[in-house]
């Protein structure tokens, strides 16, 4: 299931937010560079999906759903990230920008044969 460019954002964030220790509200804000109440939305939309639990004004939690999208969209992320830079190469910085968006657009398969790329170079 689709989520949509923002809610796959807020997730991947969240997962990559985990590896510091518990994840706050305002934390999620300003490594997205959004506003609390933007935050608060997201969080809000991802609880009635079942992706992510979170206590009454307190940190939140990626459900198992929620982190198996978290980390295919991160895995996407950092594959498409590497194709860019080390095939085309790409500035490290615009890889991972360009990344950001191409991860929530691209089909499964055009990915699979950029991995495949990769790992046969």
């Known amino acids: 299931m689709k989520l949509g460019e923002s809610l796959e954002d807020y997730l991947e964030t969240l997962l990559i937010l985990e590896e510091t220790g518990k994840i706050r509200c305002v934390d999620v804000a300003t490594r997205m560079q959004v506003s609390k109440p933007s935050v608060n939305k997201a969080m ?23 982190r198996k999208i978290a980390e295919s969209v991160y895995q996407r992320h950092k594959g498409i990230a ?12 615009t890889a991972d920008e360009d990344a ?8 499964d398969e055009t990915f699979q044969k950029m991995m495949e790329y990769i790992n046969n170079k």
């Open 100 to 107: 950001c968006h191409i991860e929530h657009q691209i089909s």
């Open 44 to 66: 809000n939309v991802l609880k009635e999906k079942g992706y992510v639990l979170q206590e009454s004004y307190g940190s939140i939690h990626l459900t198992e759903e929620g």
């Open 82 to 93: 590497q194709f860019l830079h080390q095939v085309l190469g790409v500035s490290a910085s």
